[in-house]
């Protein structure tokens, strides 16, 4: 179950990975067209801004002409001449009135109406104010909205009593829109001349319908578009500015682009507005046709990938079913070997190192140590109440060398049995143990362990016999040579202190050998009170004695340790009703500190005891009591 659900996690990563590698493709794809498109959309208008700006010049000449032969009309006396030349033009011209006017808004046209606009005052007052030409849009009396060129005159004119200081020609916007421009893309396209504040002056491609009668260009994307990110409000501001720039947005279920440049007069701009569709359908059909390509592959590759999850799948339920078969087999010769080992063993437990349980058999006892089954770590603990570690694994306790964790490391496959030693803490009790692994996982690591335990009581009593001394019980030097060669193999680090007893001679002299035995006795048990449970006392003959403690001790603890023993080993002891008091001297060495080789450890340690005895004598004789 886990592994599939792994599968899965990686086949939708995979997919996720694939999708979003689609997604960033057709993004940046998108990105460079619309990149390409606009740069290519403003160097179309560009020319639409260019065929306006020469409209407006054009006019601009016309009415400059004008104002310079205006004298020389005067001179002639062909003013009607000069108009009706004028009158003549408008059918080629198609503008809607050529007229000179002054300061009040009175009008003379070349068609000879006079009369006062005051639908035009402001363009005419804009004019007078800054004393240029200007060219501007306005709504006349009769509604049509017109765009009027209108320049100062150098020197009044003054016909019929009325004095006139400008003359302007206007067109109605819908004669302009057609003289302009023809749509760039038919009725795809849209253009504009729009002022800083987007309401539109006039349109610049006759069938231009974006804006459906709509006076203000902001207005109407504010309410009906839908632009990306933050692009409306930069379009604003560069119109503002009279900058030129582009802008995606989609209104009414289409795409748009939108290109916009300044055309040099006022703070009007010329604003083209396209469908993308109209600009970049042959690049949306490859792009469309690139990405289907893209997920057909992307598909194929699932298809394959999912084949050899199933395959890897099939292949690892075959395998799965004879490991079953193989393990089957195993047990039913395990179980075999387990009947076989009950005929030798006193005893085995097995344990699931997983879910921390045992089963517990038991062949020699009438009544069982532990329970029949339970928890891993209640055995542990039942262990470990009863029984210490006798072998040479002496810095470890027995909790320890049966941690699942220390199991697992120590009994990979193949690494064969872990041994241990122990004996009883209140009885003469003395076992082995085997550790073996009998299950493992697919890393080798044990799952289940079997421990096999045998007594080996009266192998270990003739052991002790031939290691301990006689008299106190101690360890003699024969297991104290031995010791010291087993430190050195394993590198194990330890500090030997050599003692000897001070004035025991003359107890011996003046008490007899039988109350020299019960000091030696006495002395052997207060050494090994100042020992711990991993440390080992020697005697090594007559009244001299060694200690080892197992630890990497620095200095001053060696210090401390060495004072401790002195101490102890010096108050008074009290025999049959005698007190007697005898001295100690003490030398120590360091292993590995001092030496690698124990031989040089156990001389340095005798010669620093001589060399304390020898002070101790030129001190005091101190006889005993």
């Known amino acids: 179950m886990g592994k599939n659900c792994k599968t899965l996690s990686l086949m939708l990563a995979i997919v996720t990975v694939l999708l979003s590698g689609i997604f960033l493709y057709r993004y940046y794809i998108q990105q460079a067209l619309y990149k390409e498109n606009s740069a290519h959309l403003l160097a179309t208008y560009t020319q639409v801004n260019r065929t306006f700006t020469l409209f407006a010049q054009r006019n601009w000449n016309v009415l400059s002409d004008w104002d ?36 009040n808004c009175d009008y003379l046209t070349a068609s000879d109406r006079k009369g006062t606009a005051d639908s035009i005052r402001n363009v005419f007052q804009k004019m007078y104010a800054s004393g240029q030409a200007v060219i501007s849009d306005y709504t006349a009396s009769n509604g049509k909205h017109k765009v009027v060129f209108a320049v100062p005159l150098s020197k009044s004119f003054t016909p019929d009593n009325v004095s006139y200081t400008g003359v302007a020609v206007s067109y109605d916007v819908s004669t302009v829109e057609n003289m302009i421009s023809d749509n760039v ?5 849209s253009c504009y001349l729009v002022n800083a504040r987007g309401s539109v002056i006039l349109s610049l491609e006759s069938q231009s319908t974006f804006l459906a009668g709509q006076d203000n260009l902001f207005t109407y994307l504010k309410n009906n578009a839908v632009f990306s990110e933050n692009t409306f409000a930069v379009m604003q501001r560069n119109l503002e500015q009279t900058t030129e720039g582009s802008a995606a947005f989609h209104s009414n279920g289409h795409s748009y682009y939108l290109v916009y440049q300044p055309v040099g007069i006022n703070d009007w701009s010329i604003i083209g507005i396209v469908q993308a569709d109209a600009v970049n359908s042959a690049d949306q059909r490859i792009l469309r046709l690139t990405l289907a390509m893209i997920s057909a592959l992307a598909v194929c590759l699932l298809l394959l990938l999912l084949r050899l999850a199933t395959l890897h799948t099939s292949l690892k339920l075959q395998h799965q079913k004879a490991m079953h078969e ?117 890393n080798d690591i044990p799952l289940k362990v079997m421990m096999i335990a045998q007594d080996i009581g009266k192998r270990h009593e003739l052991e002790n016999l031939a290691n301990t001394d006689g008299l106190t019980g101690l360890f003699n030097e024969r297991y104290f040579s031995r010791v ?127 060399a304390e005895k020898e002070q101790n004598h030129q001190k005091t004789e101190s006889p005993a009591r």
């Open 484 to 610: 010291l060669h087993q430190k050195e193999q394993q590198k194990l680090p330890f500090v030997l202190y050599y003692l000897d007893l001070d004035h025991f001679k003359p107890v011996n002299d003046t008490y007899g050998h039988d109350t020299g035995d019960k000091l030696l006795k006495e002395v052997a048990r207060r050494l090994q009170e100042c020992s711990r449970n991993n440390d080992l006392a020697f005697r090594i003959g007559g009244d001299e004695f060694a200690l080892i403690i197992s630890a990497n001790m620095p200095e001053p603890l060696c210090r401390q340790t060495k004072d401790r023993i002195i101490r102890s080993l010096v108050c008074p002891y009290i025999i049959d009703d005698k007190t007697l008091t005898i001295g100690a001297s003490c030398g120590y060495a360091i292993y590995p500190l001092e030496s690698e080789d124990t031989s040089k450890i156990r001389i340095l340690a005798d010669q620093r005891m001589y």
């Open 68 to 103: 310079a032969n205006l004298q020389y009309i005067t001179d002639s006396g062909n003013i009607e001449t000069a108009w009706r030349e004028f009158a003549n033009r408008k059918s080629s011209w198609q503008y809607s009135d050529f007229y000179m006017f002054n300061e």
């Open 185 to 189: 893309y038919g009725d795809k396209s």
């Open 326 to 442: 193989a393990l089957k087999k195993q047990k039913e010769q395990t179980d075999q070997l387990f009947w076989g080992m009950t005929q030798l063993v006193d005893r085995y437990a097995v344990v699931d190192l997983v879910n921390a349980r045992y089963e517990y058999h038991e062949y020699i006892r009438d009544e069982d140590l532990y329970s029949h089954t339970g928890a891993y770590q209640e055995l542990i603990d039942a262990i470990t109440r009863k029984y210490v570690i006798l072998s040479d694994t002496e810095n470890m306790k027995i909790n320890q060398l049966l941690d699942k964790d220390y199991l697992q490391k120590v009994l990979r496959k193949g690494n064969g049995i872990l041994k241990i030693e122990y004996g009883g803490r209140t009885e003469n009790v003395y076992m082995i143990m085997n550790v073996v692994a009998v299950e493992w996982d697919e």
